[in-house]
Nanobody
Framework: QVQLVESGGGLVQPGGSLRLSCAASGSIVSINAMGWYRQAPGKQRELVAQITTSGSTNYADSVKGRFTISRDNAESTVYLQMNSLKPEDTAVYYC??????????????WGQGTQVTVSS
Protein backbone atom coordinates (compact mmCIF):
# COMPACT_ATOMS: atom_id res chain seq x y z
CA GLN A 1 0.00 0.00 0.00
CA VAL A 2 2.74 2.41 1.07
CA GLN A 3 6.48 2.01 0.61
CA LEU A 4 9.25 3.98 2.27
CA VAL A 5 12.75 3.79 0.81
CA GLU A 6 15.64 5.12 2.87
CA SER A 7 19.13 5.99 1.72
CA GLY A 8 22.21 7.84 2.87
CA GLY A 9 23.58 5.87 5.80
CA GLY A 10 27.18 4.75 6.10
CA LEU A 11 30.44 5.02 7.99
CA VAL A 12 31.74 8.47 8.90
CA GLN A 13 34.44 9.80 11.18
CA PRO A 14 33.58 11.83 14.28
CA GLY A 15 32.81 15.41 13.30
CA GLY A 16 31.67 14.36 9.86
CA SER A 17 28.32 14.71 8.13
CA LEU A 18 25.72 12.49 6.52
CA ARG A 19 22.38 13.16 4.88
CA LEU A 20 19.58 10.63 5.12
CA SER A 21 16.64 10.54 2.71
CA CYS A 22 13.32 8.73 2.87
CA ALA A 23 10.93 8.69 -0.07
CA ALA A 24 7.32 7.59 0.25
CA SER A 25 5.30 6.08 -2.58
CA GLY A 26 2.08 4.14 -3.09
CA SER A 27 -1.58 4.86 -2.49
CA ILE A 28 -0.98 8.23 -0.84
CA VAL A 29 -3.61 10.91 -0.50
CA SER A 30 -1.59 13.12 1.82
CA ILE A 31 1.29 12.92 4.25
CA ASN A 32 1.02 14.18 7.80
CA ALA A 33 3.99 14.17 10.18
CA MET A 34 7.33 12.81 9.03
CA GLY A 35 10.19 11.90 11.29
CA TRP A 36 13.34 9.98 12.05
CA TYR A 37 13.94 7.52 14.87
CA ARG A 38 17.07 5.61 15.78
CA GLN A 39 17.91 2.46 17.67
CA ALA A 40 21.34 1.67 19.02
CA PRO A 41 22.31 -1.88 20.06
CA GLY A 42 20.75 -2.77 23.38
CA LYS A 43 18.69 0.41 23.51
CA GLN A 44 15.11 1.34 22.80
CA ARG A 45 14.11 3.13 19.61
CA GLU A 46 14.05 6.88 20.21
CA LEU A 47 12.74 9.89 18.35
CA VAL A 48 15.47 11.93 16.70
CA ALA A 49 13.49 14.59 14.83
CA GLN A 50 10.00 15.23 13.54
CA ILE A 51 8.45 17.70 11.10
CA THR A 52 4.78 18.49 10.67
CA THR A 53 2.87 19.35 7.52
CA SER A 54 3.26 23.04 8.31
CA GLY A 55 7.00 22.69 8.80
CA SER A 56 7.17 22.81 12.58
CA THR A 57 10.06 20.76 13.89
CA ASN A 58 10.92 18.90 17.06
CA TYR A 59 14.34 17.48 17.98
CA ALA A 60 15.79 15.26 20.64
CA ASP A 61 17.95 17.28 23.00
CA SER A 62 20.99 15.19 22.06
CA VAL A 63 20.87 16.32 18.41
CA LYS A 64 19.70 19.93 18.69
CA GLY A 65 22.00 22.27 16.82
CA ARG A 66 23.63 19.40 14.89
CA PHE A 67 20.80 17.73 12.97
CA THR A 68 18.26 19.36 10.66
CA ILE A 69 15.07 17.73 9.42
CA SER A 70 13.35 18.93 6.26
CA ARG A 71 10.73 17.71 3.83
CA ASP A 72 9.84 18.04 0.18
CA ASN A 73 6.09 17.65 -0.03
CA ALA A 74 6.08 17.52 -3.83
CA GLU A 75 8.45 14.55 -3.74
CA SER A 76 6.95 12.97 -0.57
CA THR A 77 10.46 12.88 0.87
CA VAL A 78 11.91 13.64 4.27
CA TYR A 79 15.58 14.39 4.89
CA LEU A 80 17.84 14.39 7.91
CA GLN A 81 21.04 16.41 7.64
CA MET A 82 23.42 15.24 10.34
CA ASN A 83 26.47 17.36 11.13
CA SER A 84 29.14 17.16 13.82
CA LEU A 85 28.44 13.48 14.21
CA LYS A 86 29.54 11.74 17.40
CA PRO A 87 30.20 8.06 18.13
CA GLU A 88 27.04 8.04 20.26
CA ASP A 89 25.01 8.82 17.14
CA THR A 90 25.81 5.33 15.89
CA ALA A 91 22.52 3.49 15.36
CA VAL A 92 20.07 2.19 12.81
CA TYR A 93 17.98 5.14 11.66
CA TYR A 94 14.35 4.63 10.67
CA CYS A 95 12.06 7.08 8.95
CA UNK A 96 8.46 7.23 10.11
CA UNK A 97 5.61 8.76 8.18
CA UNK A 98 1.90 9.12 8.95
CA UNK A 99 0.03 8.82 5.69
CA UNK A 100 -3.59 9.19 4.63
CA UNK A 101 -4.16 6.43 2.08
CA UNK A 102 -6.83 6.00 -0.58
CA UNK A 103 -8.98 3.85 1.69
CA UNK A 104 -9.31 6.78 4.06
CA UNK A 105 -7.11 5.27 6.76
CA UNK A 106 -4.23 6.96 8.52
CA UNK A 107 -1.30 4.58 8.30
CA UNK A 108 1.90 4.58 10.37
CA UNK A 109 4.67 3.56 7.99
CA TRP A 110 8.28 2.72 8.81
CA GLY A 111 11.33 2.60 6.59
CA GLN A 112 13.57 -0.44 6.47
CA GLY A 113 16.29 1.26 8.47
CA THR A 114 19.72 2.50 7.47
CA GLN A 115 22.90 2.00 9.48
CA VAL A 116 24.86 5.05 10.58
CA THR A 117 28.24 4.32 12.13
CA VAL A 118 30.42 7.09 13.54
CA SER A 119 33.92 5.85 14.19
CA SER A 120 37.53 6.74 13.59
Amino acid sequence: QVQLVESGGGLVQPGGSLRLSCAASGSIVSINAMGWYRQAPGKQRELVAQITTSGSTNYADSVKGRFTISRDNAESTVYLQMNSLKPEDTAVYYCHVIILVLSGQLVNSWGQGTQVTVSS
